[in-house]
Every structure is written in C-alpha cells, then in structure tokens.
C-alpha cells in the first residue's frame, strides 16, 4: 500500500494552505471553498499529500506545545540553513538545529501556527 495523505486540523486552513503553497513549494491538488475548508496540498514531487483542513467536531491540537519530535512535517532541503532564513522571514519560527555523524543536516522549525517542520539534508539520501 502507499500512504495517499496525511491529515492535520487546524485553525485557518485557509491561511495556513497559503502559507505553505509559498514557503514551501506545495501546490494545491484539491480544496473545498465551503467548511471544513479542506486543502489536499502536493509535495513538489507531486506523490505526497498533506490534507489541511478545520473540523469543529474535534479539537485543534495545541501544535505549538508538543515537542517537535512528537510531530513533525518533514522536507527535504538543499541547503537548511538557507531555508531556514527564508522561512523565518515569512513567519517560521526555530526550534532546534542537529547535525549527525553522518553528515545530515536537520533543523527544526515552527509555522506561524506552531506546527513542527524540519528541513533534512541526509548525508545519505532516505529517498
């Protein structure tokens, strides 16, 4: 089986879909302009699908105060420190920075909602 998407439920799915389309390159596959405002958003290769949306019958989860471990989106980036830059500009917030002795590069960050993001530099590519 492959995974289709993965779901989050948000405050402003509205903002934050705008947010990621772009700061992070995602486009949008499929939207609902009607509550819950669902928007299914595209990773760049196009396979991979985060889902967006803000359904009252349930709560928002207080992103913000997890640790990013618990929860994170993770990308892939060229060059972290530089993405990092680009996206704190827009709204990101850091979290933290780890370099392996493998030579990957990930660092941690929040969206202006507090949803955990890393950026991944592999010294040996998972993908």
């Known amino acids: 089986m492959k995974i289709e998407h993965v779901a989050f439920n948000v ?3 509205n903002d934050v ?3 990621y389309v772009a700061h992070l390159g995602m486009t949008v596959a499929r939207k609902i302009e009607e509550a819950p405002f669902t928007h299914f958003l595209a990773d760049s290769s196009g396979s991979v699908m985060i889902e967006i949306y803000n359904n ?13 471990l618990l ?12 993405d990092q830059t680009r996206l704190e500009a827009a709204g990101a917030t850091f979290a933290e920075e780890v370099k ?7 660092v941690m960050l929040r969206d202006p909602w507090g ?13």
Request: charged share 15%; proline share 14%.
């Open 100 to 106: 392996t002795p493998d030579g990957s590069h990930l």
């Open 56 to 68: 009252p019958s349930d709560q928002v989860p207080d992103y913000r105060s997890m640790h990013p």
């Open 71 to 82: 929860l994170h989106v993770a990308f892939v980036s060229a060059d972290p420190n530089a």
């Open 115 to 127: 949803l955990a993001l890393q950026l991944c530099r592999r010294g040996q590519p998972m993908l």
């Open 17 to 19: 879909a705008a947010w």
């Open 11 to 13: 405050t402003d799915p």
